[in-house]
């Protein structure tokens, strides 16, 4: 969402995005968030992990024990 202040354009971007035209998708899985091997997956404002076995949890901080 653009609009002019003081005859220029300053755009207030969506959660998620950055730059001047909010053009660029925020690198949420830097520093990367994911412990014991997991893959950060980027999202628009979030992220996601996914953990190798036998990890599991928001960020594969637990280990599954049968």
């Not at 998708?25 to 830097?30: A, G, I, L």
């Not at 994911?34 to 980027?42: A, H």
């Not at 996601?48 to 599954?64: D, S």
Request: hydrophobic content about 25%.
């Amino acid at each position: 969402q653009c609009q002019v202040e003081n005859g220029s354009a300053v755009c207030v971007c969506q959660a998620g995005y950055t730059g001047a035209a909010c053009e660029t998708d925020v690198d949420d899985c830097s520093p990367d968030p994911c412990l014991n091997g997991g893959s950060c997956v980027d999202l628009v404002g979030n992220y996601t992990c996914l953990c190798a076995e036998p990890f599991k949890g928001l960020h594969c901080e637990t280990v599954v024990t049968c």
